[in-house]
């Protein structure tokens, strides 16, 4: 199975900073074939399913406040809130889909300082 | 709007056998499958399977091999996930996701969730 590794696992800020969640893979999940990395990032609130907010590592979901963006190729990949909201905290998961074994990150806590 | 709606919480003994329905809405079953995942008490989410409401094909996550079944039924737009010799270890809210019909991906339509509870 692919292992896909968060980092950190919490992370405190303070509102409107920026906040940088990393995401690294056992092996790459980058298709040549379709130039696609195979990596998307979900919110996840208390009580809640988890939202999708990002897939292909950087195409941001319909609806999805502009100030999530990801990027990253290969193995390694990240999740920037540009200016942190109140209504932003919740832990966040990185998936991978390039194996057709989908693997979840153990998730980050991000809350607000 | 597409939904995906489950029922409801379930508590059963340890060695018991569970199913969890998801109907959905809004969209043309066929053409789409179906991921379950599991996320236990305070913890992360786990992947368990996939099904393609398209060609019944499945794919089990390795650890509940020979425990999971997961079944569709495109006459009533509804996914079914079986999971028999249940363990307090079992204990978690259940997910259905939308996905894809021939490969698996990401989910942007979720349902709402199941509570299995497996204890004594």
């Known amino acids: 199975d692919i292992v896909m590794t968060q980092s950190p696992d919490s992370l405190a800020v303070s509102l409107g900073e920026r906040a940088t969640i990393n995401c690294k893979s056992s092996?790459?999940?980058?298709?040549?074939?379709?130039?696609?990395?195979?990596l998307a990032w979900y919110q996840q609130k208390p009580g809640q399913p988890p939202k999708l907010l990002i897939y292909?590592?950087?195409t941001r979901e319909f609806g999805v406040p502009d100030r999530f963006s990801g990027s990253g190729s290969g193995t390694e990949f990240t999740l920037t809130i540009s200016s942190l909201q109140a209504e932003d905290v919740a832990v966040y998961y990185c998936?991978?889909?390039?194996?057709?074994?989908?693997?979840f990150g153990q998730g980050t806590r991000l809350e607000y300082k | 709007q597409v939904q995906l709606v489950q029922s409801g919480a379930e508590v059963k003994r340890p060695g018991a056998s569970v199913k969890v329905s998801c109907k959905a809405s809004?969209?043309?079953?066929?053409?789409?499958?179906l991921s379950w995942v599991r996320q236990a008490p305070g913890q992360g989410l786990e992947w368990m399977g996939w099904?393609?409401?398209?060609?019944?094909?499945?794919k089990y996550a390795q650890k509940l091999q020979g425990r999971v079944t997961m079944t569709t039924d495109t006459a009533t737009s509804t996914g079914y996930m079986e999971l028999r010799s249940l363990r307090s270890d079992d204990t978690a809210v259940y997910y259905c996701?939308?996905?894809?019909?021939?490969?698996?991906?990401?989910?942007?339509?979720w349902g709402q969730g199941t509570l299995v509870t497996v204890s004594s």
């Open positions: 092996q790459s999940v980058f298709s040549s074939s379709h130039n696609k990395n195979y």
């Open positions: 292909w590592a950087s």
């Open positions: 998936q991978q889909h390039y194996s057709t074994l989908i693997t």
């Open positions: 809004g969209y043309t079953f066929p053409t789409y499958g």
């Open positions: 099904i393609s409401a398209y060609n019944n094909n499945t």
């Open positions: 996701a939308r996905d894809g019909a021939v490969y698996t991906g990401s989910y942007s339509v």
